[in-house]
T-cell receptor, first 113, second 116 residues
Framework: TQLLEQSPQFLSIQEGENLTVYCNSS?????LQWYRQEPGEGPVLLVT?????EVKKLKRLTFQFGDARKDSSLHITAAQPGDTGLYLC?????????????FGEGTQLTVNP | KAGVTQTPRYLIKTRGQQVTLSCSPI?????VSWYQQTPGQGLQFLFE???????NKGNFPGRFSGRQFSNSRSEMNVSTLELGDSALYLC???????????????FGSGTRLTVV
C-alpha cells in the first residue's frame, strides 16, 4: 500500500507570510500532483510534476519534486486571504491495468487579513 | 468547455437502501475515476473506467460498483447502504488511461451522500 504523508495538517498564518507544505512517501510515483479544494467543491488541479528534481512556479506558488520522486513541497510566497483552502498532494501510479491517485491527508490553510 | 458534471449534488438515503450516482466527463475524456472523501479517511480511490471497462479498483467492498457507457458517462452504485457510507463522492475525468500519470485529473463538484 502506498501512503503519502502530508504536513502540516493545519496552518493559520497572517497575510504576507510565507509557508511550505510537505508531502512525503516511501514509494516512487510516476508523477506528483497538487490540488486545491474549496468547501463543497471538488479538488482543482494546480500543477503536475513529473521529473525528479523538477521545480515549477505558478505566480507565488513554487512546487518541487524530490530527486527520488518520493516527496514534494509546495511553497507559497506572501500568502493572501484568497489562498485559503485545502491543499492536497496526490501521487499518480501507472499500472498495467490503469492509473490511480493516492492522496495525502491534506493541509487546511487559513490566511488571515 | 463544460467541466465534469455530477448528479445529484445532494442525496439523503436510509440505511439498507441503494443509491446510484452519475458522472458526465469532459467531452473527449475517456477515463473516469471515482473517489470517496470523508473527514476521517480523506480521499480514497474507488475505481477507474476506460472505454466501458473497469481498469482499476480500490479496496472497497463489493457493495460499491460502477459502470461506464459508450458515451463515457459513468455511474456508480452502492447497495445496502451503511451509515459509514456517508461521504462526498467525487468523479474525475482524464484524457487518457495509460498516461503514466502525466496528466492531471478534472474533478466534478461531487455528490454529498448522507445515510441516516
Amino acid at each position: 500500500t502506498q501512503l503519502l504523508e502530508q504536513s502540516p495538517q493545519f496552518l493559520s498564518i497572517q497575510e504576507g507570510e510565507n509557508l511550505t507544505v510537505y508531502c512525503n512517501s516511501s514509494s516512487v510515483f510516476s508523477s506528483l500532483q497538487w490540488y486545491r479544494q474549496e468547501p463543497g467543491e471538488g479538488p482543482v488541479l494546480l500543477v503536475t510534476v513529473v521529473t525528479g528534481g523538477e521545480v515549477k512556479k505558478l505566480k507565488r506558488l513554487t512546487f518541487q519534486f524530490g530527486d527520488a520522486r518520493k516527496d514534494s513541497s509546495l511553497h507559497i510566497t506572501a500568502a493572501q486571504p484568497g489562498d485559503t483552502g485545502l491543499y492536497l498532494c496526490a501521487g499518480a501510479v501507472w499500472e498495467t491495468s490503469g492509473s490511480r491517485l493516492t492522496f495525502g491527508e491534506g493541509t487546511q490553510l487559513t490566511v488571515n487579513p | 468547455k463544460a467541466g465534469v458534471t455530477q448528479t445529484p449534488r445532494y442525496l439523503i438515503k436510509t440505511r439498507g437502501q441503494q443509491v446510484t450516482l452519475s458522472c458526465s466527463p469532459i467531452s473527449g475524456h475517456r477515463s473516469v475515476s471515482w473517489y470517496q472523501q470523508t473527514p476521517g479517511q480523506g480521499l480514497q480511490f474507488l475505481f477507474e473506467y476506460f472505454s466501458e471497462t473497469q481498469r482499476n479498483k480500490g479496496n472497497f467492498p463489493g457493495r460499491f460498483s460502477g459502470r461506464q457507457f459508450s458515451n463515457s458517462r459513468s455511474e456508480m452504485n452502492v447497495s445496502t447502504l451503511e451509515l459509514g457510507d456517508s461521504a462526498l463522492y467525487l468523479c474525475a475525468s482524464s484524457p487518457v488511461s495509460r498516461a503514466k500519470g502525466n496528466y492531471g485529473y478534472t474533478f466534478g463538484s461531487g455528490t454529498r451522500l448522507t445515510v441516516v
